[in-house]
T-cell receptor, first 115, second 112 residues
């Protein structure tokens, strides 16, 4: 399975600022996904990021708040803009394993706290 | 909307016993199901998956059972160990769709 790293692993940010999270994969992958996991809750898909096209956002998530870049097949960034305390969550990227049709593997997550 | 849910939020099992974690889903178009394990401070870890054309699949100490008639999924962990303590999520995707919908999670605690 792919090895996925995320930076930063955690951060504390002030209200109104932005945080950009990086996701790096050790192999080329077509599909990359960004999820949010609010404290003590399950995972919610934010958007799907394919290389060479704009990200596809799920209901309740908009590009202005969560801009995503996917410059190549091994890297993606998620920015959480205009932070508020409600954005305090764990943000996770995942990739689809090319060797298996739908298996998704997750990075370790970025824990964001907004003060 | 469609949802994937779990019957029990917490489960405590004696070390060495078997555990069963249940999951109900409501989307009749669900075709692919995955179980993930999430330890504290880590991302979800893939455990096992199953497609809708199967009703059982086994891995190392784990078995996933799928009952499409009642839209029910279960994860059985045999001979539990302290390292099995974690939150377990089921997730599903409809046919031809890679977007996963996650259940609410069950916290499994293994009692030494």
């Amino acid at each position: 399975s792919a090895v996925i790293s995320q930076k930063p692993s955690r951060d504390i940010c002030q209200r109104g600022t932005s945080l950009t999270i990086q996701c790096q994969v050790d192999s080329q992958v077509t599909m990359m996904f960004w999820y949010r996991q609010q404290p003590g809750q399950s995972l919610t898909l934010i958007a799907t990021a394919n290389q060479g096209s704009e990200a596809t956002y799920e209901s309740g998530f908009v590009i202005d708040k969560f801009p995503i870049s996917r410059p190549n097949l091994t890297f993606s960034t998620l920015t959480v803009s205009n932070l508020s305390p409600e954005d305090s969550s764990i943000y996770l990227c995942s990739v689809e394993d090319r060797g298996s049709s739908l298996e998704q593997y997750f990075g370790p997550g970025t824990r964001l706290t907004v003060t | 909307g469609e949802s994937v849910g779990l019957h029990l939020p917490t489960l405590s099992v004696q070390e060495g016993d078997n555990s069963i974690i249940n999951c109900a889903y409501s989307n009749s178009a669900s075709d692919y199901f995955i179980w993930y394990k999430q330890e504290s401070g880590k991302g979800p870890q893939f455990i096992i998956d199953i497609r809708s054309n199967m009703d059982k699949r086994q891995g190392q100490r784990v078995t996933v059972l799928l009952n499409k008639t009642v839209k029910h999924l279960s994860l059985q962990i045999a001979a539990t160990q302290p390292g099995d303590s974690a939150v377990y999520f089921c997730a599903e995707a409809p046919f031809g769709n890679e977007k996963l919908t996650f259940g609410t999670g069950t916290r499994l605690t293994i009692i030494p």
